[in-house]
Structures are given as structure tokens and as C-alpha cells.
């Protein structure tokens, strides 16, 4: 069993529909980051979060510590949103990241 | 504040072949990690170096090694290609090695072994 799990792998709604990724963890965390990676491979940081939640515009994390649970939720989606979204935990003393697989969203107009 | 910038962007090697990748860091952050990351799967962590020691490694052979020099900068060798290790090599830079410090990612050199 991987160490970070998202749900689901792929995901598929019209433009305008309410998202929600899914990410659960098995190991003590400092952080959690939500990233976005686009086809060309590059990887942007959307939130990091250690309690409680965050919003940046029609984006919105959340995390539960006690159930070692996080979701993303966008709101209004868009075409434009359609790429893969990673979840990946700060969980060593060094910082590196432990990365779930990712979720594949396409969003359609 | 410039970003993370890698090179180059594409890449095709021999197997048995060596291998050099780039990684400039963002302005200010003085830690860069490695990941490589296969096609449909999440990166993995390879290395992280800060202040130009390595501070931490993956399950990754020895034949993966690096450095990182006094502006920052990093870079990735791999001896003896193996065709396994085509994928896309991620560098990302941080501010400290302390926890809560956020990343940030390069665009990363997709590397392809034949």
C-alpha cells in the first residue's frame, strides 16, 4: 500500500460542476501540498497545509490531521482547470516529499 | 525572483551511456531535492542536497549521484544508463529545510533511454 493515496485516478466533468480530490496518508505529516502538473511535465504549488483550510480563488483545501485525510475542491470548473493534481506529504525530517499518484482531471466545455 | 529553471528539456541517451542534468534554484532558497518520476506515476524522491551537502537520498542505486554548488545550482549524474531510467527528472527548490516551507518545482528534463 502506497504511502499517500488519492481518489480518484481520473476524472471527468463538464465545465460549471463542483470537484472533489481525494487524498489519504498512512505516515505522521509536518505538511501537505496540493500540485498541479500540466502535460508539458511542470509542476506548480497550489496550497500547503498543515491544519484546517485554505482558498485561493476557486480553489479550496482542506485537511483533517486526526483522519489523515485532505481534499481539494474546485469550484466552477473550468477547461482550463483539466490537468493532473498531486497530492505529496512532508513526512521525514529531511522535508522531502512522498507523492501520491496523481488524479488525471478533464474538465469539458 | 527568477524560478527554478532545468536543462535541458528533452534528452536521449544509450543505455551504458552517462547522463548530466541541470538545475538552477529559485532566488533565496538554499535546499534543491530530485525526483524522477516515470510516465503515470507520482515523483520520487532520488536526493536532497543543502548547502551543498547531501542531506538525504531515496532507494535509488549509487550510480544516481549529485552536487550543488555555492550559488544554489544542482545537478544530477547518472552513470551506466539503464532503460528504466527513462522519465522525467523534477528539481525543486526550498528555502530551509525546515517543515512548512513551500516548493518550487522546475519544468522538468525528460530523459529517454534506448
Known amino acids: 500500500k502506497n504511502e499517500v493515496e488519492q481518489s480518484p485516478q481520473n476524472l471527468t466533468a463538464q465545465e460549471g460542476e463542483f470537484i472533489t480530490i481525494n487524498c489519504s496518508y498512512s505516515v505522521g505529516i509536518s505538511a501537505l501540498h496540493w500540485l498541479q502538473q500540466h502535460p508539458g511535465g511542470g509542476i506548480v504549488s497550489l496550497f500547503m497545509l498543515s491544519s484546517g483550510k485554505k482558498k485561493h480563488g476557486r480553489l479550496i483545501a482542506t485537511i483533517n490531521i486526526q483522519e489523515k485525510h485532505s481534499s481539494l475542491h474546485i469550484t466552477a470548473s473550468h477547461p482550463r482547470d483539466s490537468a493532473v493534481y498531486i497530492c505529496?506529504?512532508?513526512?521525514?525530517?529531511?522535508?522531502?516529499?512522498?507523492f501520491g499518484k496523481g488524479t488525471k482531471l478533464s474538465v469539458k466545455p | 525572483e527568477t524560478g527554478v529553471t532545468q536543462s535541458p528539456t528533452h534528452l536521449i541517451k544509450t543505455r551504458g551511456q552517462q547522463v548530466t542534468l541541470r538545475c538552477s534554484s529559485q532566488?533565496?532558497?538554499?535546499?534543491v531535492s530530485w525526483y524522477q518520476q516515470a510516465l503515470g506515476q507520482g515523483p520520487q524522491f532520488i536526493f536532497q542536497y543543502y548547502r551543498e551537502e547531501e542531506n538525504g537520498r531515496g532507494n535509488f542505486p549509487p550510480r544516481f549521484s549529485g552536487l550543488q554548488f555555492p550559488n544554489y545550482s544542482s545537478e544530477l549524474n547518472v552513470n551506466a544508463l539503464e532503460l528504466d531510467d527513462s522519465a522525467l527528472y523534477l528539481c525543486?527548490?526550498?528555502?530551509?529545510?525546515?517543515?512548512?516551507?513551500?516548493?518550487?518545482f522546475g519544468s522538468g528534463t525528460r530523459l529517454t533511454v534506448v
Open positions: 532566488s533565496g532558497h538554499n535546499t
Open positions: 525543486a527548490s526550498s528555502s530551509s529545510l525546515a517543515t512548512n516551507y513551500g516548493y518550487t
Open positions: 505529496a506529504v512532508e513526512a521525514g525530517s529531511q522535508g522531502n516529499l512522498i
